[in-house]
């Protein structure tokens, strides 16, 4: 089947064995329906922006008219005048449809490629090269022209970005108010409800929130809540933010509640600590391997007692 065939059925000037010929066609496979519901979108399309800027048209129309009025008079040449008529409109409405879906992706709003990550860390490279690295449970969509427009959303969980250099188009990632921004540099964006915490390993990485502004260097960090009224970095204490990268849990003198938590993440564990045991620290790197191999070393590195209740596990103090 033909497009010019069915553009004259769109056009409403084929005639009844054309139509039954176009029907047949349409019935006889999915992937054909799906042909012509394109082609019939490009064409609405093009008619809406052909709508916007009538007047040519419409005089370009008022001549065709009275064209194909005189043509009807011409005898013998009249069949092979209208035919060619047919053809005319076919391209016209060709170049107007082209025309439109040009328009229509380069004026309609954003759109983007969501990539997702349940129950599993992804890596995925973005079309300027950049590599992203997605813990589990995350949920981040970049721009359909990213080459061009390198904007990205981060909607939840943890992302680790390696960004190509491109000074002629800044990484910016979303976060609801929040607004990261780079040229070439490595980072992590943790983004759990209202807390986001964004800590940087290599290059400069700019912050937005409001009117506030500031930027991050190696190795420094900024945490933002819901409470959150002015931007304050602080230094970063820990690797806890790549655990689910390297597959390595670090820290020097990390407070035992913040292990705890990264723990249960990781593991999707249920460890509680009594309050006594809340602050001890402990300076460490665990291979992510056992959890109980973990827990093990941490209660004889601090001397605690560890019990168990059902799925939850208690840490507490042997004193």
Known sequence: MTDELLIKVLLKESTIEENEKVEKWLNAAEANKKHFTQLETIWQV??????????????????????RADLKQEGDNSKRLITSKVWLRIAAVLFIAVGGWIAYNLYS??????LTATYQVRTEALPDGSA???????????????????KLKLE??????????????????????ISVEVVGTSFNIKHI??????????GIVKVRLGNDEIKLYKGEKIHIDGNTQKLVKEQSTDQLYNYYRTRLIQGNN??????????????????????????????????????????????????????????????????
């Open 46 to 67: 093009s008619n809406t922006l052909k709508n916007e800027n009538k007047r040519d048209e419409e005089q370009a129309w008022t001549s065709f008219k009275a064209r």
């Open 193 to 202: 409800k209202k807390d986001t915490e964004i800590n940087v390993e290599t």
């Open 156 to 177: 939840r969980g943890d992302v680790f970005f390696d960004v190509a250099k491109d000074k002629t188009h800044p990484f910016v990632i979303d976060i609801e108010k």
């Open 109 to 114: 709003p954003e759109s983007y490629t969501e």
């Open 254 to 319: 990390l407070p035992l509640w913040k292990l705890v938590n990264t723990l249960n993440e990781a593991y999707g564990s249920k460890i509680k600590l009594d309050d006594k045991v809340r602050d001890l620290t402990i300076t460490t790197t665990f291979k992510m391997g056992s959890l109980n191999d973990i827990l093990i070393v941490t209660c004889e590195t601090l001397n605690l007692n560890l019990t168990r209740n059902g799925n939850i596990i208690l840490l507490s103090d042997k004193k």
């Open 132 to 150: 992203l690295t997605l813990n589990k449970n995350t949920k981040i969509s970049y721009a359909a022209n990213f080459k061009n427009n390198r």
